[in-house]
Each structure stands twice: as C-alpha cells, then as structure tokens.
C-alpha cells in the first residue's frame, strides 16, 4: 500500500515570509513519481512539479523550491517571500506505474497581507 | 482552448435522481481519470480508463458508472444519487500509459444533492 502524509493541515503566515510544507510517503516500489498541485481558492488544480524517485535533485522555479530527501521519504515544497495570491490548499501526491494518484490530505495556506 | 473541459460546473439535484457530468480532453492523451473530492478537500481516485478501456476501478458503489465513447471523452453516470454523493468530481488526464508525465485535471464540477 501506498500512503502519503501531509501532517500540517493549514499554515497561515503574513506577506513575504517563507512557508514549508511537509510531506512524507510510504511505498514499497522502487519506481515512482511524486508530485505537488495547487488548489487556489476557484477550486481548479494546478501542477506545480514532478520528480521521479531516481532523481533526488532539488529544484527551484522563482519562489518555489522543491527538496527531495529518498532517505527520509519526504518531499517538502517550499514557498519563499510569500504573496497573498498563494494562499490555496497545496496537495502531495504520489503515483505508481499503474497511474493511480495517490494524495496527501492537502495544507491549507493562508497568507495575510 | 481547455485541456480538459467538464460540464457542468456545478449540479444541484435531488436525492434518487440520476445524473451524468461530461468530460472531454483535446490533448491527445490515452489515460482518463475520474477523482472525488469530499467536503475535507480528500481528493480520491474512482476510475481509470487508457484507449477506451477500464484499468482502475477503485472500490465506488456500483450507482457509479464510467462511460467512454472514445478516448478524448470519459463521461460519469450517477444513479439513485444519495446525500453522501455531494462533493467536487475531478476529471483528468495523462499521456500514453506508461509514460512519466503529470496529470491535467478539469475545473471540476460542484455536485450537491438536496
């Protein structure tokens, strides 16, 4: 079985200060893909990143930073210099080869202006 | 253009009625998914189709059946729905099976039963 635990269930930090969400996973395959959506307020799902467990690279796109620890089972995302138009529920997932989804319960961000 | 459109948006229906929600993608892709969301924001698999073919069917009350006229369209029937059927049903999308890439979801669509 596959499990992925997001243990934070709503953050609320003020304008320009940096936020981490936590996110650990469980599975016993050796290949397999995690990823990281955005649900903004309107209720769609945006993709944010993925990575595959062989490639523990950290990553960084403008505010976002993505770290990668395979020894610890954890994917965290972490949003620098917050903006009020972050704030949305961030949501973990992790898929097999059979394509199923499998997410995290989401964290909730709020940022104050 | 929408990657992958649903309709509608939202739905509000009586308990017992049947309903479907339609959903189509125009990316080319082989893989569709249905997910449920419930009012906690859970977000949950029910079904998968690649090339028209069901290859996921999560455990979801057979009052739920998946439709897919051709691989661009993965529509979702409700029959007998119940209050418990309310919540925000995502479609998605995916390339050819077998393939790293991430899935594209639809705007989802509200449904509520009253």
């Known amino acids: 079985a596959q499990k992925v635990t997001q243990a934070q269930t709503e953050i609320s930090v003020v304008e320009k200060e940096d936020v981490t969400l936590d996110c650990v996973y469980e599975?016993?395959?050796?290949?397999?893909?995690l990823f990281w959506y955005k649900q903004p307020p309107s209720g769609e799902l945006v993709f944010l990143i993925r990575?595959?467990?062989?490639?523990?690279q950290n990553e960084i796109s403008g505010r976002y930073s993505w770290n990668f620890q395979k020894s610890t089972s954890s994917f965290n995302f972490t949003i620098t210099a917050s903006q009020v138009v972050d704030s949305a529920v961030y949501f973990c997932?992790?898929?097999?080869?059979?394509?199923?989804?499998?997410f995290g319960a989401g964290t909730t961000v709020t940022v104050r202006a | 253009d929408t990657a992958v459109s649903q309709t509608p948006k939202y739905l509000v229906t009586q308990m017992g009625n049947d309903k479907s929600i339609k959903c189509e993608q125009n990316?080319?892709?082989?893989?569709m998914y249905w997910y449920k969301q419930d009012s906690k924001k859970f977000l949950k698999i029910m079904f998968s189709?690649?090339?028209?073919?069901?290859?996921i069917n999560e455990t979801v009350p057979n009052r739920f059946s998946p439709k897919s006229p051709d691989k661009a369209h993965l529509n979702l029937h409700i029959n007998s729905l119940e209050l418990g059927d309310s919540a925000v049903y995502f479609c998605?999308?995916?390339?050819?099976?077998?393939?790293?890439?991430?899935?594209?979801f639809g705007q989802g669509t509200r449904l509520t039963v009253v």
């Open positions: 998605a999308s995916s390339p050819i099976r077998g393939v790293n890439t991430e899935a594209f």
């Open positions: 189709y690649n090339n028209k073919e069901l290859i």
């Open positions: 997932a992790l898929q097999r080869d059979d394509y199923k989804l499998s």
């Open positions: 599975t016993r395959d050796t290949t397999y893909y």
């Open positions: 990316l080319g892709h082989d893989t």
């Open positions: 990575r595959n467990s062989f490639d523990e």
